[in-house]
């Protein structure tokens, strides 16, 4: 897991999900089966406390998007205006485990 925005509205952290291969193996002398990496992003709209997590091609154009920004860096304005979007797909309450 990776902080890669925190502002006081938003929050974006990138999960590198089976990061350890612990679960790559053997299984009760079996091969264990083949696991779907699904990494993503999660970003939470602390003003409405808020989170929506993007696996799969939404992650995809997140990356494109932030790969685009290492080439020319936004302000944050624009970063804001990005996350606001994605904002409105949030539906899921912010719960601390």
Aim: proline content about 4%; cysteine-free; aromatic content about 8%.
């Amino acid at each position: 897991m990776q902080m890669l925005y925190d502002s006081d509205s938003f929050a974006v952290v990138q999960i590198h999900a089976n990061a350890d291969d612990t679960t790559i193996g053997v299984v009760n002398d079996l091969p264990a089966p083949p696991q779907l990496a699904r990494h993503g992003f999660e970003i939470v709209d602390k003003r409405s406390g808020k989170e929506v997590y993007l696996d799969g091609s939404w992650a995809e154009l997140f990356q494109l998007r932030l790969n685009v920004w290492q080439q020319k860096t936004p302000t944050q304005e624009e970063v804001e205006d990005m996350l606001e979007g994605y904002a409105e797909l949030a539906h899921t309450t912010v719960s601390v485990h």
